[in-house]
């Protein structure tokens, strides 16, 4: 299914046997541990007395409120430094070597290599580099205590890391992420940092605070994209309006030879005037009738050297041209040439004039204008993905390949028009971020540059954590029959 969520919202709960999962996975590190065993040389040495969790607790918590006032430099860099770290500790406060628990083991190295995946997909340079960091140790200690964090994506720690991870996921860009929102996460951050001592509530209370502060965000950002929307909608109407009135004015000229300025007067000013009475009043309208009756009568009226001046014609077609923003000089002397036949003795010099205004006016809607352009022949990979994207709901999001580095972006499809096939898009702000045509999406989709999200890819730490996944089935030699299959 299509995503259309916003950043950070929460996923369905599954329901899953987490002791069994949580031994699945293992079985998948057993397999990691024996490929690498057989590539290492020498002897296991002395047996090492196993850490309890508590003393394996005690240690972390003194690694966690050390970190807290240490310089970033001086902090773990990585979950392997944390190991390292606390047996370090443990010999020197017992005086020999010690060693892990085979659970609490593959809890490190799982948490590792979650980690290892997140970074792939977290810029560098952000803020929520620097706080999935500072999180590694209490993540770490809650996963000690609640190996359900692994296998369960609506966990409240797995929910507060992924939000955390998407506030600075590559596919944002520099724009995605409110300031203000970044604000409170670092502070969020800092407050689990502070005050996880083991209970998970810690996580289950800063998750909530950031799912309200998420759901502020995602209200702000549906208002933004409402008014580009409606803007979108409205430059829709626009078009369908000129379009229309164009294949009027053809059609009613159709078989007439009038001179070239007053084709010109027609196609240009009294085009614009057609389409506003169109886009105010419709075709029903009898303003819209009395607009078709009135360029009939302009036809008559400059198609025949015979044919006498029709002042009120004139005075109608003045009091329209005020209303698409000609001033007052220039609509009078538009209703003269507009009503009557051409007349020889008129100066040139102020038809030369007119055309001089007319050009430099801005029309109506010049400034949305969309050239309609016949896309070429679609091959049936285009065309299944043209027909795939026309299905797809509003608010849905693809992300786009920016170049040969892999470079990705989200954005959001908030809206496309039927009619004009034009498409757009938001990023997770509502901020207008691009235009283009569901033709040219379709083409890019075809060449695996664009991909709509699903349900399931949507959430960062939920595809990190398939890769990593990936990563251990293809270690234990599973690569072609996994074991199992994570939640989604």
């Known amino acids: 299914m299509p995503f259309t969520g916003w950043l950070g919202q929460s996923a369905a709960p599954s329901q899953v046997d987490e002791a069994m999962q949580f031994s699945l996975l293992q079985q998948l590190l057993s397999g990691r541990r024996g490929l690498i065993g057989k590539l290492q040389t020498g002897g296991n040495g002395q047996a090492a007395e196993q850490l309890s969790p508590p003393a394996l607790d005690a240690m972390l918590g003194t690694i966690q409120q050390n970190a807290r006032s240490a310089a970033p430099a001086d902090r773990p860099r990585s979950l392997r430094d944390v190991q390292q770290t ?16 085979r659970d609490d083991t593959d809890t490190f190295d799982l948490l590792g290599l979650l980690y290892t995946e997140l970074e792939r997909e977290v810029s560098e340079g952000t803020t929520a580099r620097a706080l999935l960091d500072r999180l590694q140790v209490p993540l770490l200690r809650m996963a000690l205590h609640d190996r359900a964090f692994f296998v369960r994506s609506e966990h409240p720690g797995r929910q507060f890391l992924n939000t955390v991870a998407e506030s600075g996921a590559a596919w944002l860009g520099d724009d995605g992420i409110d300031p203000f929102f970044e604000r409170h996460l670092a ?9 996880f001592q083991g209970d998970v509530k810690v996580f289950e209370q800063a998750n909530s605070d950031l799912q309200q502060q998420l759901q502020l965000q995602a209200r702000r950002a549906e208002v933004s994209e409402r008014r580009h929307v409606e803007s979108a909608r409205g430059k829709e109407k626009l078009t369908v309006a000129k379009l229309r009135a164009a294949a009027t004015l053809d059609e009613i000229l159709k078989g007439h030879r009038l001179p070239r300025f007053v084709q010109t007067l027609l196609r240009q000013a009294w085009a614009d005037v057609l389409t506003l009475v169109l886009l105010r009043n419709g075709e029903d309208s009898d303003l819209w009738r009395t607009h078709l009756d009135a360029t009939k009568r302009i036809i008559k009226a400059t198609g025949s050297k015979e044919a006498l001046p029709d002042h009120d014609l004139a005075s109608q077609i003045e009091q329209s041209m005020l209303q698409v923003g000609y001033h007052a000089n220039e609509a009078a002397a538009m209703g003269r040439q507009l009503s009557r036949a051409p007349d020889e003795s008129d100066d040139p010099t102020s038809r030369t004039e007119l055309t001089v205004k007319l050009k430099s ?3 109506l809607g010049a400034d949305n204008e969309v050239k309609k352009v016949e896309p070429k022949s679609r091959n049936a990979e285009e065309q299944a993905c043209y027909e795939h994207l026309r299905a797809l709901p509003f608010g849905t999001w693809l992300e786009f390949t920016n170049n040969q580095q892999g470079d990705k ?3 959001r499809l908030s809206w496309y028009s039927p009619i004009t096939d034009n498409a757009l898009f938001v990023n997770n702000r509502g901020l207008r ?3 283009m045509t569901l033709d040219q999406i379709a083409r890019m989709m075809a060449r695996n540059q664009a991909r709509v ?24 030699g599973q690569a072609e029959q996994p074991t199992w299959t994570a939640p989604k």
């Open 86 to 101: 606390v047996l370090a500790q443990a010999r020197q406060q017992r005086g020999t070597a010690a060693s892990l628990s």
């Open 187 to 195: 502070k969020t951050v800092d407050r689990v940092v502070t005050d």
């Open 361 to 363: 006016h801005a029309r």
């Open 409 to 411: 972006s989200r954005r």
């Open 433 to 435: 971020v691009a235009e």
């Open 453 to 476: 999200v699903t349900v399931e890819s949507s959430r960062l730490v939920d595809r990190a954590w398939q890769s990593a996944l990936s990563a251990l089935r293809s270690f234990a």
